[in-house]
Structure formats: structure tokens, C-alpha cells
């Protein structure tokens, strides 16, 4: 049984400032739970109920296959009535599992190489997930939150990535600053700019992709080098953030 200490920290980190503070995050559901643990992820606790005693038995599996690397997490069984009233969801899942935030900072010239996802003031939690989700696809070699963006230990955010949130090399940093200096060339989505079916091969860029309520940030704007844009043929007004990155990275692969 969970103590009341227990079950208040677990719920606390619904909110970005208690995880934060606690330097702890919290991911829940049997399938990104069994996904994270297969690629190694290093949980530190695991709560499970005795409703999913199969789940329980993949997991432990997924840890015993992971190659005996790296802290093993703490497996924790735990009642339905437990699992409830921790859950972040409506419908509770099966398990919960509690994992250390570790932020990577970003490396001094690291945007002059290869291809960067740069996202402006995303603040959609399940479009972050999904345009990792998008950068892990088409191969990209890392992407870059704004400080403004959905955190990136937001369940919601690592739900909608499907994985990508351990695959993919996830930077926060302030964008304008770190897009000082870059050589490569700096590729703004906008509606203003030239078509993106028209862009050389590159294989070093950075492509910048701003919130939909608001475009690009005035600061970042100043320091892209080529806005682009996908032609519109219909009456739609715009693009969802995540389909438009995905456009323009497509149209770089096939160059490339």
C-alpha cells in the first residue's frame, strides 16, 4: 500500500514545477512503459497492479533482455485502488513508472552539423511529441526545444512520441542565442516564403517550425536565412505545426 507521502510526490508531477523541483518525471501506460524499458531507458521505480500480471511479467523481461547495462528499476506492486489515485489519466493504466530528468545541454557549433528540428514556442504538448516522432523518422540528428515550448517530460509529450522521446538527441535552449553564429543555412516555415518544393539538396540545415497561433518568434526570425513555405492549392488557412515539418523534411530527404 502506497503511503499518503508516497501517492502526493507521484501525483505532484503532473505540474512542471514539481517535477522540476523534484528532478523527477512520471510516464504511464503498458505500451510506452514496455517501449522505453526495451530501449533502456533507466527507470528508477516501476508501480504495477495484479490486474496486469502479464504486463508485469514483458517487463521485467524487457529489463532482463536490456543487456545487464545501467541501474535496474525498483518493481512495485500496488493495488487498483492505489493505481488510481496516482494516475494522471481519467482511466488509470496498469503501470507507472517514475524516471530522473536529464536535460543535454547543447554543444557549442553542434547546429552547424547535420539537420536540426528547431521548434519556436511549441506549446502543444501532443505536436512536441509527434514532431520528435517526425525528426526520428526522417533521421535527423537532433532537435531543439525553446524554452517556451511543452516540456519535454510532459506524459503527453513522450505518449505522442512513440518512443522517439529516447531515440531522438532533445536539446532546451534558448533559440535566438544558439542560432548565432550557425553557418549552415537556417530554414524559417512561413507563409510568406519561397516554396519548399524549390530547396537544393542540404544535408546541413537547421529548419525552424514556430507555433501556429503565432509563426515564428521576432528574434528567430532575424536570424533565418531562408523562409520557406508549402504551397497552398485550397482554402485551408493553415498547416498543423507537425504536418508542416513533416512536409519539409520529406522534401530535404528526397534531395538529399
Known amino acids: 500500500m502506497l503511503t499518503k507521502e508516497e501517492i502526493q510526490r507521484l501525483r505532484s508531477m503532473r ?19 514496455a517501449e522505453l524499458l526495451a530501449a533502456q531507458f533507466p527507470f528508477e521505480e516501476v508501480y504495477v497492479t495484479p490486474k496486469w500480471a502479464k504486463v508485469v511479467a514483458a517487463l521485467r523481461a524487457a529489463v532482463a533482455a536490456s543487456g545487464g547495462a545501467g541501474a535496474k528499476p525498483v518493481f512495485k506492486d500496488i493495488s487498483e485502488e492505489d493505481m488510481e489515485r496516482v494516475s494522471h489519466f481519467p482511466a488509470p493504466s496498469g503501470v507507472l513508472a517514475v524516471g530522473r530528468i536529464v536535460r543535454q545541454p547543447l554543444a557549442e557549433g553542434e547546429l552547424n552539423r547535420g539537420l536540426t528540428l528547431a521548434l519556436d514556442g511549441v506549446q502543444d504538448a501532443g505536436n512536441v511529441g509527434t514532431l520528435l516522432r517526425i525528426a526520428d523518422w526522417f533521421g535527423l540528428d537532433r532537435v531543439v526545444l525553446s524554452p517556451d515550448c511543452a516540456d519535454l517530460f510532459n506524459q503527453k509529450v513522450i505518449n505522442a512520441s512513440m518512443g522517439s522521446f529516447v531515440r531522438m538527441r532533445v536539446h532546451t535552449a534558448d533559440l535566438a542565442a544558439a542560432l548565432d553564429g550557425v553557418k549552415v543555412p537556417v530554414l524559417g516555415c512561413d507563409l510568406t516564403g519561397d516554396s519548399v518544393h524549390g530547396l537544393p539538396s542540404l544535408k546541413k540545415a537547421v529548419i525552424v ?4 497561433g503565432r509563426g515564428l518568434s521576432a ?6 536565412t531562408r523562409f520557406v513555405t508549402i504551397p497552398k492549392v485550397g482554402l485551408a488557412e493553415s498547416l498543423n505545426a507537425a504536418v508542416a515539418a ?6 530535404l530527404r528526397r534531395k538529399s
Open 246 to 251: 513533416a512536409i519539409v523534411c520529406d522534401n
Open 209 to 212: 517550425i514556430g507555433s501556429e
Open 15 to 33: 505540474e512542471k514545477k514539481h517535477r522540476e523541483a523534484l528532478g523527477l518525471f512520471v510516464i504511464e501506460g503498458e505500451k510506452v512503459v
Open 219 to 224: 528574434a528567430v526570425k532575424e536570424r533565418v
